[in-house]
């Protein structure tokens, strides 16, 4: 049997007492003679194999730990009980069907979500914010209510420039979970509000309007846009730049590194390599 401790007399007190102080410890009790304790054992070592840092998977054989078993007041086989801190916290006993493994561990387990931002809280510290982009938005389509998941979506959002989608995020955030993360967040977005039109934007713009047939005026402000994460303006600007004029390989080149620049899962990528599929063929 792999990703399990057998319980004996010797590591009992070190296992049952010491451990569950630290996580929760799920004792097995089964024996060779029973075979439905043999099935539980097996199912649950499976169930189990990844979430070693949550539950210790321990198990008694009582055909040669009798004495453990008569401390827990075994009944009967199977039998599994939950320890925390020295004490039983839960149990089942009798034949179970994997329906009711499921049920039980998943009151315990961590839920995906759960997994999916902590693996987004990773990335961001490592400074992986367009790795963690898709990661932190597929915990908010398990989960759409949770305020710690939304914060770290609405800060992904900040850091790759979806100041609107930040914007309504933050704004759904309750009363009750707005914490410092929350009051931190509004401000990063009031920056990045604030350097997404920029003098230099705004000059650009203004040049614009009295010159709008002018290509390399449109080209420049595209790539200032996107340097502000204002990507959707620069690839509809640079998209339409390649409609009127299909030998412009220049608004092309700079359309393609902008798509480039974003993180994975970003519906504006499919969007517009969908549009230049399009006029392609």
Known sequence: ???????????????????????????????????????????????????????????????????????FGIQGLPTVILVKDGQPLDGLTGPQTDETINEFLGKYLPKEQDILLSQANELLAANKVAEAFPVITQAFQLDNERADIK????????????????????????????????QSLMARLELASQAADSPEIQALEQQLASEPDNVELQQKLAAQYSQVNRHDEALSMLFLLVQKDGADTASKDLLLDVLKSLPDGDALVSKYRRKLYTLMY
């Open 1 to 71: 049997m792999t990703n399990s401790l057998a319980i004996t007399l010797e590591n009992f007190q070190q296992v049952i007492i010491e451990e569950s102080k630290n996580k929760l410890v799920l004792v097995d009790f089964w024996a060779q003679q029973v075979p439905e304790s043999v099935e539980l054992r097996d199912k649950l070592t499976s169930a189990l194999a990844n979430f070693s840092d949550t539950i210790l998977f321990t198990t008694v054989d009582c055909e040669t730990q009798g004495q453990i078993a008569q401390q």
């Open 151 to 182: 914060l770290v979506l609405a800060n992904v959002y900040i850091q790759t420039g979806k100041i609107t989608e930040a914007e309504a995020l933050l704004k759904s955030i309750k009363m009750v979970d707005q914490d410092s993360s929350y």
